[in-house]
């Protein structure tokens, strides 16, 4: 049927999308199309071509390129009703594609070529508009997917460079009262120099000498431009976690080289865009200023402003004289942490690494200031998932191919500025242990330095006073037994994740970082012990209807060929592994937030296997895929 996919995603009381009862019954004009802006988990863009009735439709997660070199992913996903060709609007949160749809472009098409290897269209719209080809490029039929390019060449159309370097100022004095040039003074912070080269709703940072820096916090700077294309001059200030960028000058705007554009209109082109964000700004610039502008500029503790000539290019990798950097006198602020370039780190404030080039991971070379380095790279959308945690940290003093030990009660080594919190031990060495609190970039360095790999939480929280407050999330921990691998993990997530839908609850998967997979729930309770219960009621439901499966039970002898469903995770006394922590296996494996999606098309234990190398790309394209579980507490029900 072909609207059956469609519909078997979708809930009609649930989402404003069109969802039809039935199918269409006449094929319709047949050349129409829309190409939509969809910020979902992942900002992506849909395009729609009408044909046999429905629309036949790819997802682009960066967009149509604009120049016959540029390749880009196309996913081939379910066709759509034709009355999508007019939809836009906000799917709610926890419906399959959540998240705010616009309408970027539509039109008319003509169809070259039509097989199930090949299409070959030319768009016909105000902002698509020429000739493409998608090309189908798996052939086991396990994923669907297709290469996107454009045929023709955009006219009038600049490809968005690579590799550009910032342009520098000379040190010189103040303007002067009786200086005719058109001076602009725009405020300098004492950061570092970057360049941000926004495409398909991702940005890529590198600094002044062309290296690429992981800036989490920036993230969203890429899903806010949507599919405008930009190089942009900043200035990054403050420790990576609370990194913020000042907006200088800008470079390219959408195929068109701004650098031989006088300042003035350049400045004019960056007002029009969309750059006021959390953690992005324009930097403050006083045409005309004089004096007064680098006194107050030193007054608040800034060490320079630049002196621009209103009529000045941009010189990309030049000193000019034509922008002068003029000293305020104040010195540039201390303590400044740039963000981490790929390759490794040496501590961060009070907590420093010792041998940090001690290997951990043999088989990759990975050292003990990598291992820093990664912690650094997620500490944005790490840290929430610790916080108020009391941590359990397993550690490889001699690297991963040796013994590792854990660790709890770290109240006879732990500097004084670890927080830690005193927590009841049931079965342990004695009744109470002195849990570490995670809080900051500085706990993760602390960390490192222990050749602490994996840290573990457990799913409750440590009160204002100290006391241990109620569980707020529900995990399953699918564990596949012999015979078995994530992708059986996947299989048993999807039909969870159904059972929890029946009673709107919705659910959250993440990697182990291991051979198995995770759903997270947050929720709110009464007591301690209702979110095992809920867990372990699902998971005998679920062994019960296909005991060849699944399993409920512990026992190693008893999960051969099955996929264990261990719900005894919630156990107050009891942790899992945090998210985004490494592991201790032969590779610097992560346990990774992952979307649905690619739950849903796991058909390869490597579908679901990420490294240390593949989270910074990750965190820039999808934020933290677990921050709902800080915002949307459910309540579970009971189930007989």
């Known amino acids: 049927m072909p609207l059956e996919e469609y519909r078997r995603k979708r809930d009609a009381r649930r989402t404003p999308e069109p969802v039809p009862e039935t199918d269409p019954t006449s094929p319709g004009p047949g050349?129409?199309?829309?190409?939509?802006?969809?910020?979902?988990?992942?900002?992506?863009?849909?395009?729609?071509?009408?044909?046999?009735?429905?629309?036949?439709?790819?997802?682009?997660?960066?967009?149509?390129?604009?120049?016959?070199?540029?390749?880009?992913?196309?996913?081939r996903t379910e066709d759509h009703p034709i009355e999508y060709l007019e939809f836009s609007g906000e799917i709610p949160p926890g419906e399959y594609g959540g998240g705010a749809m616009t309408i970027w472009d539509a039109g008319t098409y003509e169809t070259e070529k039509w097989n199930p290897r090949e299409v070959i269209v030319r768009l016909r719209g105000d902002r698509a508009s020429g000739r493409f080809v998608f090309i189908r490029t798996d052939r086991d039929g396990a994923k669907d997917n297709?290469?996107?390019?454009?045929?023709d060449p955009a006219p009038g159309r600049e490809p968005l460079p690579h590799?550009?370097?910032?342009?520098?100022?000379?040190?010189?004095?103040?303007?002067?009262?009786?200086?005719?040039?058109?001076?602009?003074?725009?405020?300098?912070?004492?950061?570092?120099r970057v360049m941000l080269r926004v495409e398909g709703g991702r940005t890529q940072v590198t600094d002044e000498d062309g290296e690429e820096l992981s800036v989490p916090r920036l993230r969203e700077l890429g899903p806010s431009l949507g599919a405008t294309q930009v190089l942009l001059d900043g200035e990054l200030t403050g420790p990576v976690e609370k990194a913020e960028l000042w907006i200088g000058d800008l470079l390219h705007l959408d195929g068109?080289?701004?650098?031989?554009?006088?300042?003035?209109?350049?400045?004019a082109l960056l007002e029009r865009l969309s750059l006021d964000g959390q953690?992005?700004?324009?930097?403050?610039?006083?045409?005309?200023?004089?004096?007064?502008?680098?006194?107050?500029?030193?007054?608040?503790?800034?060490?320079?402003?630049?002196?621009?000539?209103?009529?000045?290019?941009?010189?990309?990798?030049?000193?000019?004289?034509?922008?002068?950097?003029?000293?305020?006198?104040?010195?540039?602020?201390?303590?400044?942490?740039?963000?981490?370039?790929?390759?490794?780190?040496?501590?961060v404030g009070r907590a420093r690494l010792t041998n940090p080039d001690k290997v951990l991971y043999p088989l990759t070379g990975t050292t003990k200031s990598e291992v820093l380095a990664h912690y650094l790279a997620v500490a944005d959308v790490m840290l929430p998932h610790l916080r108020n945690r009391a941590v359990t940290m397993v550690r490889w003093p001699d690297g991963v191919e040796k013994s590792s030990f854990f660790e709890k009660d770290v109240s006879r080594h732990a500097p004084e500025w670890i927080r830690t919190a005193r927590v009841g031990t049931p079965g342990g060495r004695s009744e109470n242990a002195d849990f570490p609190l995670i809080d900051d970039a500085e706990g993760l360095a602390w960390a490192a330095n222990l050749a602490a790999l994996e840290l573990h939480v457990p799913q409750w929280r440590i009160g204002p006073r100290g006391g241990q407050q109620l569980p707020d999330l529900v995990v399953f921990d699918l564990d596949p037994g012999e015979g078995t691998t994530v992708v059986?993990?996947?299989?048993?997530?999807?039909?969870?994740?159904?059972?929890?839908?029946?009673?709107?609850?919705?659910?959250?998967?993440?990697?182990?970082?291991?051979?198995?997979?995770?759903?997270?729930?947050?929720?709110?309770?009464?007591?301690?012990?209702?979110?095992?219960?809920?867990?372990?009621?699902?998971?005998?439901?679920?062994?019960?209807?296909?005991?060849?499966?699944?399993?409920?039970?512990?026992?190693?002898?008893?999960?051969?060929?099955?996929?264990?469903?261990?719900?005894?995770q919630n156990n107050p006394h009891k942790t899992t592994i945090a998210s985004y922590s490494l592991r201790g296996r032969a590779r610097p494996t992560v346990a990774t937030p992952v979307t649905w999606e690619e739950v849903r098309s796991c058909r390869r234990v490597e579908d679901l296997v990420f490294t240390a190398d593949d989270l910074p790309a990750r965190i820039a394209e999808h934020g933290d895929l677990l921050a709902p579980l800080f915002t949307d507490p459910q309540r579970l029900p009971r189930r007989s």
């Not at 002067?176 to 912070?189: E, H, I, K």
């Not at 068109?256 to 400045?267: G, I, S």
Request: glycine residues 10%; hydrophobic residues 35%; aromatic residues 6%.
């Open 31 to 75: 050349h129409r199309f829309v190409i939509q802006e969809h910020h979902a988990r992942r900002l992506h863009w849909d395009v729609r071509l009408e044909r046999d009735g429905v629309l036949a439709s790819w997802a682009v997660p960066k967009g149509l390129p604009t120049e016959p070199e540029t390749i880009r992913l196309a996913v």
């Open 146 to 151: 297709w290469l996107l390019r454009r045929s």
């Open 163 to 192: 590799g550009v370097l910032p342009m520098l100022a000379t040190p010189g004095p103040p303007p002067t009262a009786d200086d005719n040039r058109d001076r602009w003074l725009q405020v300098g912070f004492g950061g570092r």
């Open 256 to 267: 068109r080289d701004t650098c031989r554009l006088p300042f003035r209109e350049r400045r």
């Open 279 to 347: 953690h992005w700004k324009l930097a403050p610039v006083f045409p005309g200023g004089g004096p007064e502008v680098v006194a107050a500029a030193g007054q608040q503790g800034l060490p320079h402003v630049v002196a621009k000539d209103a009529d000045s290019p941009y010189e990309p990798g030049r000193r000019s004289a034509r922008w002068v950097e003029v000293s305020t006198g104040a010195p540039a602020k201390q303590g400044r942490r740039e963000a981490p370039r790929r390759g490794g780190a040496a501590g």
């Open 488 to 568: 059986d993990c996947a299989r048993v997530a999807e039909r969870i994740a159904d059972r929890l839908a029946d009673d709107e609850l919705v659910a959250y998967p993440r990697t182990s970082g291991g051979k198995g997979l995770q759903l997270y729930l947050p929720v709110t309770v009464s007591r301690a012990e209702r979110t095992s219960e809920f867990a372990k009621a699902l998971a005998e439901e679920l062994a019960r209807e296909t005991p060849g499966r699944v399993t409920a039970v512990m026992a190693k002898a008893r999960r051969r060929g099955k996929v264990f469903v261990d719900w005894s």
